[in-house]
């Protein structure tokens, strides 16, 4: 079955610090990857994703590349605020029943980021 | 622009009381879904659904039950609560019949506590 593993968390940087988070996937198909955050006391948003091999999505100076030949879809940024503090899930989409897809979500990773 | 609604925001159960966390969501998107968010475990979907009339079940089912009448609303049922219950609960819907690179739009979930 698919699966998604991301980097245990917590994670603590200070402010303007470079930050990673990885994140690599096991699917049957070619699904899409995606990156949602969760805020405190939110729903999840998506921030950004990528559809296929060699995509890069970015969104709000994140930027994460779809690397198909070491099922990878790291998460980086090069300036980290205190106001990215919050939760990010990895996740996939592949076809599930129905002609749907349906996201698998990696277990998340806390980031805090102090001034 | 409502999105995905979730009603109530908080709720208290006693075990073996039922109840029903409502979504609904404005966006006329075929798909929608039930997770749950417990910590170190990600997010676990329960139901879900490709349109009226139709839901199937995802990873953890037991103890919840769900219809789809109509395309705005996709009730969650908890039948008889017990403590294991006890998670933050989102509804999450998507226009990804048949594509895989939309995303969901999340409510902003239902923490529910059981005693």
Not at chain 1, 53 to 69: C, I, L, M, Q, V
Request: neutral net charge.
């Amino acid at each position: 079955g698919n699966s998604v593993t991301q980097m245990e968390g917590p994670v603590t940087l200070s402010e303007e610090a470079f930050l990673t988070i990885n994140c690599t996937y096991t699917a049957t198909g070619y699904p899409s990857l995606f990156w949602y955050v969760q805020y405190p006391g939110e729903g999840l948003q998506l921030l950004l994703k990528a559809t296929k091999a060699d995509d890069k999505g970015s969104n709000k100076g994140f930027e994460a590349t779809y690397r198909k030949e070491t099922t990878s879809f790291h998460l980086e940024k090069g300036s980290v605020q205190v106001s990215d503090s919050a939760v990010y899930f990895c996740a996939l989409s592949d076809l599930a029943g129905a002609g749907s897809y349906q996201l698998t979500f990696g277990k998340g990773t806390k980031l805090s980021v102090i001034p | 622009n409502a999105g995905v609604t979730q009603t109530p925001k908080f709720q208290v159960l006693k075990t073996g009381q039922s109840m029903t966390l409502q979504c609904a969501q404005d966006m006329n998107h075929e798909y929608m879904s039930w997770y749950r968010q417990d910590p170190g475990m990600g997010l676990r979907l329960i139901h879900y659904s490709v349109g009226a009339g139709i839901t199937d079940q995802g990873e953890v089912p037991n103890g919840y039950n769900v219809s789809r009448s109509t395309t705005e609303d996709f009730p969650l049922r908890l039948l008889s609560a017990a403590p294991s219950q006890t998670s933050v609960y989102f509804c999450a819907s998507s226009a990804a019949l048949g594509r895989s690179n939309y995303g969901y739009t999340f409510g902003s979930g239902t923490r529910l506590t059981v005693v």
